[in-house]
């Protein structure tokens, strides 16, 4: 168990040959993953989105692996996820072998600006320091 206070880390590298060590120890449950996803943590939604084009007009639905991070435990594993393009701003995200499916909406530089029950992007356009 997690104490307060205690510093917990996780080094994840994806090496060269497609490869994943996890504090310098094979993962091959993660084998062909490109991208890593940490839980509850948007940000990790817009690597594929973007690599991929998928919020361009015509883009077609992908299957992906990923290495996905637990959090606050920090154990990689094998995630099996589908983005559907909706249209220039939405993506439908499905947990393939899940029930959970959400319609994740980006904004013009594809950035995840709203998932729905995780995390609403705030607007910081026009603002000056």
Known sequence: MLQTGA???LLLVREPDGSWTGDERELPEVQGAL?????N????????VLRDGLLAPGAESR???MAWIAVPELTVHR???W???MDERHVRYVGVGTNFVAALEYDEDGLVLNYPEMAVTASVKGLTP
């Open 7 to 9: 510093l917990k880390r």
């Open 35 to 39: 991208d890593c996803d940490i839980q």
């Open 41 to 48: 943590c948007p940000l990790t939604n817009t690597m594929p």
């Open 63 to 65: 299957a992906y692996v």
């Open 79 to 81: 995630s099996d996820q």
């Open 83 to 85: 983005y559907e393009p």
